[in-house]
T-cell receptor
Framework: EAAVTQSPRSKVAVTGGKVTLSCHQT?????MYWYRQDTGHGLRLIHY???????EKGDIPDGYKASRPSQENFSLILELASLSQTAVYFC?????????????FGSGTRLLVI | GDSVTQMQGQVTLSEDDFLFINCTYS??????LFWYVQYPGEGPQLLLK?????NKGISRGFEATYDKRTTSFHLQKASVQESDSAVYYC???????????FGGGTRLTVRP
């Protein structure tokens, strides 16, 4: 069954530390995305990628980097974690018909920065 | 840029009540409109998709329609069940940048 798998499911990080969130998809989709979820804000796009070895900035990219080493894998990197980055992070994938196809989301990574 | 406004943050109903959730959107593109549902501990999943071609979508007893004139779209269900308790997002797609724009979400609680 096609799926998007995120790891870890939850993480506690120290302010100023480096955090890497990982995402793996078996959907054979070209597009992958990282969203952030905060109460009352819905989901907001951080970075996305439409091909391996290339990433694009979304709506709220500041403080985040992304890496797409292969079609299946997409990582979100917080070089210097801050308290304001405490949130739930979702990875998603979609096929080439961007914006018109449904997305497949992972189950999320709950990040707490202390 | 694209935007979606979801007015109802929380809705509480009893089983067999009628559900109606409303959103408005703004975009310069021909939109594709989605409703996603999120259950506790899970990621959002697609519930319905509505395009400018068909104006309406139906799935699992839910019906979504959109009104181009007022740039609004709606989700309704005639008779909700306790299992429908979840967060519902209205979502705008179809523009540049390969992204979906989410509304703030409506938390539906259905009491038995």
């Amino acid at each position: 069954e096609a799926a998007v798998t995120q790891s870890p499911r939850s993480k506690v990080a120290v302010t100023g530390g480096k955090v890497t969130l990982s995402c793996h998809q078996t959907n054979n989709h070209d597009y992958m995305y990282w969203y952030r979820q905060d109460t009352g804000h819905g989901l907001r796009l951080i970075h996305y990628s439409y091909v391996a070895d290339s990433t694009e900035k979304g709506d709220i990219p500041d403080g985040y980097k992304a890496s797409r080493p292969s079609q299946e894998n997409f990582s979100l990197i917080l070089e210097l974690a801050s308290l304001s980055q405490t949130a739930v992070y979702f990875c998603a994938s979609s096929d080439r018909d961007r914006g018109r196809s449904d997305y497949t989301f992972g189950s999320g990574t709950r990040l707490l920065v202390i | 840029g694209d935007s979606v406004t979801q007015m109802q943050g929380q809705v509480t109903l009893s089983e067999d009540d009628f559900l109606f959730i409303n959103c408005t959107y703004s975009t310069t593109w021909y939109p594709t409109l989605f409703w996603y549902v999120q259950y506790p501990g899970e990621g959002p999943q697609l519930l319905l998709k509505v395009t400018t071609a068909n104006n309406k979508g139906i799935s699992r007893g839910f019906e979504a329609t959109y009104d181009k004139r007022t740039t609004s779209f709606h989700l309704q269900k005639a008779s909700v069940q306790e299992s429908d308790s979840a967060v519902y997002y209205c979502v705008l797609g179809g523009g540049l940048g390969a992204k979906l724009t989410f509304g703030g979400g409506t938390r539906l609680t259905v009491r038995p």
